[in-house]
């Protein structure tokens, strides 16, 4: 980690993108091919490749406490540090002591010691492996750890500059390392293949997973039109995510961590093999109800609990084939005949898929798979075999037509809309935002701050995270925090009130008074010790103050036990 942390400190001396990627090639050409990927993945800000999504979850809050223990300076010193570089890492290596240690980690044995960390539960048993790590290596290397660990390295290295400098260590051309980075969402895997010249050959092979490419929140019908002006618009099944990959008879479904489920949906090959040539299809697999089918329809999706007493299990009996019967939601295809087709814009993706689906042979195949009589069907009789079906797309440009869709979408039972760019490709392994997602908004609450934080980044110096709590009885009761979504102009105006009614200064946090309401929107609650109400609303976000609202107005623990009721119901 030694020579990684010295590398990270002489690019952010340097503004030059040249001199940067050469730094970076030279270094990578030092290591190991195993260090070099890894480092690769550090590089490019992230404790694991893209694809993973494995989060290590370690809070600010936590990494702070671990921090100022082991440094053993008072809070007010720390404070004072933070304030000025709005970046916990710098302070760490400011006020961490300097060790005699024996030996310098790897940065292999980082990535075990981050992956310990992640797969452990809740901040009490995260803690101790954090501070493990920190007392293993000398401050300047906490401090890159901690960047690492934050998603924010801030030495002016995105990935794309990781991408040139694997280009220059390994002599490959840059856009085979674009590219093969671009399908395989492992920006680690990728300098791997680089190193053994194998950047194009294994660019794409049948049955090995491609990267899935993800998609962004967008909070309302407004600020997704924002991003483009006709999106193509499917509805977002609550199922799981599934890529198939069909050649010569031979079919292979992958989860989105790129496991292979082939075996949990042992009726999906069936109908999948029937079609005329090689493809690799992105869709997502959802449990079927033949049931409450309308006239034209061909049945609908149930919510994921559903699908849930299907997963995880070693054997599909044929009871629960019949029990829970699922269908394949195709809506993109990254592969047909001989043809990669992840650089076509989506909007060509989904004619091949369109017609694919369409040809009459396909059409033969995929009818013998639907249950005989689909009205008055007996589920009991019901068949083993799934339905494949392309998942419909719709079309607005309108806030309103988009929100007639979005209570379209609830009304089946879906959890909301995806909305899709039609002018752009597969990003495998990205989350862009070319592909947005609008869930459901379980409710909102009315909110009083308790506690408010400094930000970090551009929100450095000013109070921009609140806690806020509910009424139980006439105690205030903490029930969650959040990242003001406020304007900069409100926020300072915010800044300046809570400084002049803090009731206690915690360092980086100050207790206010319990006078500012909020209105908060979330999506789904849950039961958490983290705040003395015992739950914790999850991605809240602010919709506006509320200053028309005393703070005796403001929601009780009741109505937020029952939304998290009903939330159960659903
Ligand atoms: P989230 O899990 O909330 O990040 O939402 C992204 C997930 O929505 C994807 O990984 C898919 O599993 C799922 N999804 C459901 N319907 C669609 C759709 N029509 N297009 C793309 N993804 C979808």
Redesign the pocket.
Same mark, same amino acid.
């Given at each position: 980690m030694k020579q990684l942390a010295s590398l990270c400190e002489r690019v952010a001396s340097t503004t030059k993108k040249l001199e940067k990627t050469a730094l970076v090639a030279d270094y990578l050409k030092s290591r190991t091919t195993e260090e070099a990927a890894t480092a690769a993945v550090f590089l490019s800000g992230k404790p694991f490749p893209a694809w993973e999504e494995t989060t290590l979850n370690v809070g600010g809050a936590l990494l702070w406490r671990i921090v100022s223990e082991l440094s053993g300076r008072p809070e007010t010193e720390l404070t004072a540090a933070y304030r000025q570089h709005g970046d916990l890492g710098a302070v760490a290596r400011g006020v961490l002591p300097a060790r005699n240690l024996e030996r310098d980690l790897s940065i292999v044995e980082i990535q075990r010691s981050f992956r310990q960390i992640a797969a452990a539960r809740g901040p009490a048993m995260k803690g101790p492996l954090v501070r493990d790590l920190f007392t293993q290596v000398p401050p300047l290397e906490a401090k890159y750890i901690i960047k690492i660990m934050t998603g924010d390295l801030r030495i002016g290295l995105k990935e794309s500059l990781v991408e040139e400098a694997i280009a220059t260590a390994y002599g490959g051309p840059l856009a085979a390392v674009q590219r093969a980075n671009m399908m395989l969402g492992d920006i680690g895997r990728t300098l791997e293949l680089a190193a053994a010249g194998k950047l194009a050959e294994a660019s794409m092979r049948m049955f090995h997973p491609v990267g899935? =490419? *993800?998609?962004s929140?967008a909070e309302s019908a407004e600020e997704a039109l924002s991003y483009f002006q006709e999106p193509m618009v /499917?509805? &977002?099944? @609550? %199922?799981?995510?599934?890529q198939a990959h069909c050649s010569g008879g031979e079919v292979r479904i992958f989860s989105?961590t790129r496991d292979d489920i082939t075996g949990s949906f042992p009726e999906l090959p069936d109908v999948l093999a029937g079609l005329p040539e090689s493809v690799i299809l @992105? %869709? /997502?697999i959802v449990a079927w109800s033949y049931l409450s089918a309308e006239p034209n329809e061909p049945g609908r999706a149930l919510p994921f609990s559903a699908l849930q007493q299907r997963l995880g299990r070693k054997k599909v009996t044929q009871e629960m084939l019949r029990k829970v019967p699922v269908a394949y *939601?195709v809506? @993109?295809i990254l592969y047909a005949g001989d043809q990669l087709l992840i650089e076509h814009p989506l909007r060509e993706r989904a004619k091949i898929l369109d017609e694919l689906l369409a040809a009459p042979r396909v059409q033969v195949a995929l009818r013998s798979a639907e249950p005989q009589g689909l009205l008055g069907f007996d589920p009991q009789e019901s068949p083993t075999r799934a339905q494949l079906i392309r998942?419909p797309v719709f079309r607005a440009s309108s806030p309103e037509e988009l929100n007639r869709l979005f209570d379209g979408a609830q009304a089946r039972g879906? /959890?909301g809309? =995806?909305l899709?760019d039609p002018e752009l490709p597969y990003t495998p392994g990205r989350?862009g935002r070319s592909?947005l &997602?609008m &869930?459901r908004q379980l409710a909102t609450l009315d909110v009083v701050v308790t506690a408010v934080e400094y930000g970090h980044g551009k929100r450095i110096g000013v109070l921009s995270d609140y806690t806020f709590a509910v009424w139980d009885g006439d105690r205030l009761v903490n029930i969650g925090k959040a990242y003001s979504g406020l304007t900069d102009a409100e926020i300072a105006e915010m800044t300046k009130w809570f400084l002049g009614h803090a009731l206690e200064d915690q360092g980086l946090r100050l207790a206010v008074e319990p006078k500012i309401v909020l209105e908060v929107a979330f999506n789904n609650m849950m039961r958490s010790d983290r705040h003395n109400s015992g739950y914790a609303l999850r991605f809240p976000r602010i919709v506006r103050l509320r200053p028309d609202k005393l703070p005796e107005e403001a929601d009780t623990l009741d109505l937020a036990r029952q939304i998290y009721a009903r939330q159960g119901k659903a």
């Open positions: 899935f =490419m *993800l998609a929140p /499917e509805d &977002k099944y @609550d %199922g799981i995510r599934a989105r @992105d %869709g /997502e *939601l809506f @993109d998942a879906n /959890e809309l =995806m899709k989350r592909w &997602k &869930k």
